[in-house]
C-alpha cells in the first residue's frame, strides 16, 4: 500500500522553506507500479525520438539555407549545454511541481518549441530555441529517472534500467526514420514531431492519484562531495556521454577514412545501436543477478577491447557486425546500469540532487566526447577515435578495480 496521499499531478511537492521529497515505496507485482513505469518509459519514448529526429532535421534544414558546419555544431549542441547549465535549477523545480507535471510541462513546452522552429529558419533564432527546449528536456529527462528508480525495487532496478536504455535507445532509432516518412523540408517534419512528442503522455493520463512518504528535499549544492560519495557513478556518467556522443558523432567518417562508402559507413552507426537496442534488458537481468557493479566491469573490459579491434575487422564483415554489435550494447549500459547504482549510492531524499549531477556529468561527456574525438582523429588518423574510446573504457574498468580494492580494505579495517 501507499503511505500519505499525493495529488494526481506530482509525486513530489514544495512548502515554504523546506520543499520535501515524495518517494515512492512500491512491489514490482503492484499493477499502478506498472502502469507508472509504462507511463515514464513512453515519455522517455518520446525524448529518445526528439534527440534522434531533431539533429538531422536541423543540419539538413541550416545546409540548405547555406549556413556552416560549426553553426550546425553549435545549434545542436545547444540542448546538452542547456541541460548542464539548468542543471541547479532541476531538484527545486521537481520538487515544487512533482514529477508528472514536469514531464507533462516539459514535452508540452518542447512540442511547441518544435512547432515555432520552421518560423524563423536561422542560425541565431534556432540556438536560442534549441537551448530552451534543451531546458525543458533535460527537466524531463532527470524526473522520468527520478520516478523510474524511485519505483523499482533493488531486486529489479537494473531490469527496469535497462528497460529504459532500450525504451530510449528505440526512440533515437525511431528518428531518422521518421523523417524518412515526414520529409525535411517545410513545417510538416516539425508538426508531425511536435505531435509524437505529445502522443508519448498519454499513458501519463491514465494514472490514478497515488501516495508516498514525504522526505527531505537536499539541494544540489550540498552535493559537492557527490563525486567522492559514489564516484564510480559519476565517472559511469562521464565516461558514458563521452564515448556515446564520439561514438554516434564520428563512427560515420571513421569508415570513410578507413575507406568505407558513405552507406556501408552509417551502417556501422545502425549495427551499433541496434546493439544497444537489443542488449540492454539482458544486461539489466545479468546485473540483477550478479551485481551492478560486476556487469559495469564486464561491459567496461568489452568496450576496452572492442574499438581496439575496429580496424582490423572492417574487411571482414562476419567479425564486424557481431563486434559492433556487442561493443554497442555494452557501452551504453555504463548509462543505464550508472543510473540504478545511482538509486543504490544515494539515499530517496538526495536522489533529485544525485539524478540532475549525474546528468549534468554526462552532458558534459557529451559536450567534450565529438571534440576529443575530432582531436585524435586528425592527429593519428587511423587510430586516433579507437585508441581514445578503448582509454575511455579502460579509464572506467581502472576506476572500478580501485572501487573493489577500497572496499576490501574497508571490510578488512
Sequence with gaps: MWGCCVDECGLLHGGGARASFQALELSVQQ???????????????????????????????????GYSSFAIGA??????????LCGPFYPRIIVRLGLKRCIVSGIVFAAAILLLMPLWPSVPIWLVLRFIA??????????????????????????????????????????PILLEFTGTQG??????????????LLPLAVLRRVTSAAQEFTPLRRLSGALQAAPIVMLAALVAGLVESADLTLLPLFGVHSGMDEQAALLLVAVFMAGNVVLQVPIGLLADRYGRKTMLGICAATSCIGPLLLQASLGTPLLLWPLLFVWGGTLYAFYSQGVALLGEEFSVESLPSANTLFVMVYCLGGVIGPSAGGIAMDLWPVRGLPVLLSGAASFMLGGLALSLLAGRRRTAL
Design 31 to 65: 499493477p499502478s507500479h506498472r502502469l507508472a513505469l509504462a507511463a515514464v518509459f513512453s515519455s522517455s519514448l518520446g525524448v529518445g525520438l526528439i534527440f534522434g529526429f531533431q539533429p538531422p532535421l536541423i543540419a539538413l534544414s541550416l545546409s540548405r539555407l
Design 75 to 84: 545549434v545542436t549542441a545547444a540542448s546538452l549545454i542547456a541541460v548542464i
Design 134 to 175: 534543451g531546458c525543458a528536456l533535460g527537466l524531463v529527462w532527470i524526473a522520468s529517472e527520478i520516478w523510474m528508480n524511485s519505483v523499482s525495487g533493488i531486486e529489479s532496478r537494473g531490469t527496469v534500467m535497462g528497460i529504459y536504455g532500450t525504451v530510449f535507445s528505440i526512440g533515437i532509432v525511431a528518428g
Design 187 to 200: 513545417a510538416k517534419p516539425f508538426a508531425i514531431g511536435a505531435a509524437c512528442l505529445i502522443l508519448t
